[in-house]
């Protein structure tokens, strides 16, 4: 994988969005799979301002999901299907009809699963995946031991994971779901480019783990070391637990502007 170490998030979300303006210019009906959290929204206000000076045109691309609550109702401000309309779809001026996610609501929970994975793959698969790190290495909601082989799924999510998202909800932990239906690693490796995001020291291990770490269930995010176009960008503070980070510095200040991330 390719190791981008930048000054701050805004320096990375930039970089990321020049790669999706980059991609949608080539091809303007692009399906770009999206995360949530507050790590990708300097990618998403970098991109909307692109579309704001006319630099790209996103009025064919296409928004893929990553995961979702379980049972928590679509039109719930925190559902991900909200928070994504919010924060991607309408800055970008994308519509819901160009967006395409699991069913949380769903009776029968695994053949919405299954469903939303013959939709991507029916849609022609993902062609840039951006991705988040969670604290214990997940990525989606594919838990530490989650199988690096998994589909599309209803996890339960670690007492960890709920913690870290009460942010979003009050701080309340007790109105957070206990499940989710996630894309699996396997379905994640599908996506032609894989784009990890990783900021403040937090993520540091979690980000050594995934680039320099074994592969190993463990730290689910190291299943980048299996895909022939993985990119993971960190900020600075992120970096600090990488052994190799002055190789990487390296490398990417004497890689060809042409090839880009």
């Known amino acids: 994988m390719e190791v981008v170490i930048v000054p701050d998030a805004k320096a990375g979300g930039a970089l990321i969005a020049g790669a999706m303006a980059d991609l949608l210019r080539r091809t303007s009906d692009a399906l770009l799979g999206v995360a949530t959290g507050s790590t990708p929204l300097p990618v998403y206000k970098a991109l909307a301002a692109q579309v704001r000076s006319g ?4 009025s064919r691309a296409r928004i893929a999901q990553l995961d979702e609550y379980v049972g928590l109702p679509a039109d719930h401000p925190e559902s991900y299907r909200s928070v994504l309309r919010r924060e991607v779809l309408e800055p970008l001026g994308i519509g819901m009809d160009a967006f395409m996610g699991p069913d949380g609501t769903a009776e029968d929970v695994q053949a919405a699963c299954e469903a939303y994975d013959r939709a991507l793959a029916e849609a022609g698969g993902v062609d840039l995946q951006l991705l988040g790190i969670g604290t214990d290495g997940h990525i989606g909601f594919n ?5 690096l082989t998994s589909r599309t799924r209803i996890k339960t999510l670690t007492e960890q994971t709920r913690v870290d998202n009460a942010r979003f909800f009050d701080d309340d932990i007790d109105q957070i779901p206990h499940h989710v239906i996630t894309q699996g690693i396997g379905t994640i490796l599908e996506a ?3 784009v990890l995001l990783a900021t403040g020291e937090g993520k540091a291990d979690a980000v050594a783990a ?7 269930a463990v730290c689910p995010a190291s299943a980048l070391q299996l895909h022939p ?5 960190v900020d600075e503070a992120a970096a600090t637990k990488l052994k190799l980070a002055d190789y990487f510095r390296r490398t990417y200040a004497n890689k060809p502007d042409w090839q880009g991330i």
């Open 55 to 58: 630099a790209v045109d996103t």
């Open 143 to 147: 838990e530490p031991c989650s199988s």
């Open 192 to 194: 032609r480019h894989l």
């Open 210 to 216: 995934t680039v320099e770490g074994p592969l190993a």
């Open 229 to 233: 176009h993985a990119t993971v960008v």
